[in-house]
T-cell receptor, first 115, second 109 residues
Framework: GAVVSQHPSWVICKSGTSVKIECRSLDFQATTMFWYRQFPKQSLMLMATSNEGSKATYEQGVEKDKFLINHASLTLSTLTVTSAHPEDSSFYIC???????????FGPGTRLTVT | GQNIDQPTEMTATEGAIVQINCTYQ??????LFWYQQHAGEAPTFLSYNVLDGLEEKGRFSSFLSRSKGYSYLLLKELQMKDSASYLCAVEDSNYQLIWGAGTKLIIKP
């Protein structure tokens, strides 16, 4: 089946620094990629929808200047958490979709800890 | 390798009971999630099993057998709004999520 990878798996950074998380579709071209955030034992919260070559669409309440999304190719999207704070510590998950047929594949997640 | 298997699609009747199975082979085990996802929406958390046994939460129950690498989600008194995809995901030893492809559940009147 289709595989979506994320890098890094774990990252610890200091408050005020920026962290970049990569999401790659390894064996297919993804028309759309989604970025989610998950708190322990809670639903995935959709942060933004990203289409290749265009600006990401952010969900209400998500700061686009803080969570920068770049979708430069059909197989790669990046999420950069700028000026990270401890409250940004979370599990970030991406998913990638194909269009015909519509299938959604989830990545393994990236655990971010801001100290 | 790591693998999660669940049926691609299931059909059930309104008011009935349906069981969605999930089998897994992963590098370690720290927990198993079940999510519900309606088309075009983010997945909604349903359950999280760490220990063997059945956990009941209203109309939904989830069962886990770690020795068998097996879980199921049981939905009772099915309603039309239960038509959705149901995703099984396992936390491996590194707390990474290994996702099943999802089971599309179709509820008929």
């Amino acid at each position: 089946g289709a595989v979506v990878s994320q890098h890094p798996s774990w990252v610890i950074c200091k408050s005020g620094t920026s962290v970049k998380i990569e999401c790659r579709s390894l064996d297919f071209q993804a028309t759309t990629m989604f970025w989610y955030r998950q708190f322990p034992k809670q639903s995935l919260m959709l942060m933004a929808t990203s289409n290749e070559g265009s600006k990401a669409t952010y969900e209400q309440g998500v700061e686009k200047d803080k969570f920068l999304i770049n979708h430069a190719s059909l197989t790669l999207s990046t999420l950069t958490v700028t000026s990270a704070h401890p409250e940004d510590s979370s599990f970030y998950i991406c998913s990638a979709t194909t269009s015909d047929p519509y299938e959604q594949y989830f990545g393994p997640g990236t655990r971010l800890t801001v100290t | 390798g790591q693998n999660i298997d669940q049926p691609t699609e299931m059909t059930a009747t309104e008011g009935a009971i349906v069981q969605i199975n999930c089998t897994y082979q992963t590098s370690g085990f720290n927990g198993l999630f079940w999510y519900q996802q309606h088309a075009g929406e983010a997945p909604t958390f349903l359950s999280y099993n760490v220990l063997d046994g059945l956990e009941e939460k209203g109309r939904f129950s989830s069962f886990l057998s770690r020795s068998k690498g097996y879980s199921y989600l049981l939905l009772k008194e099915l309603q039309m709004k239960d038509s959705a995809s149901y995703l099984c995901a396992v936390e491996d030893s590194n707390y990474q999520l290994i996702w099943g492809a999802g089971t599309k559940l179709i509820i008929k009147p």
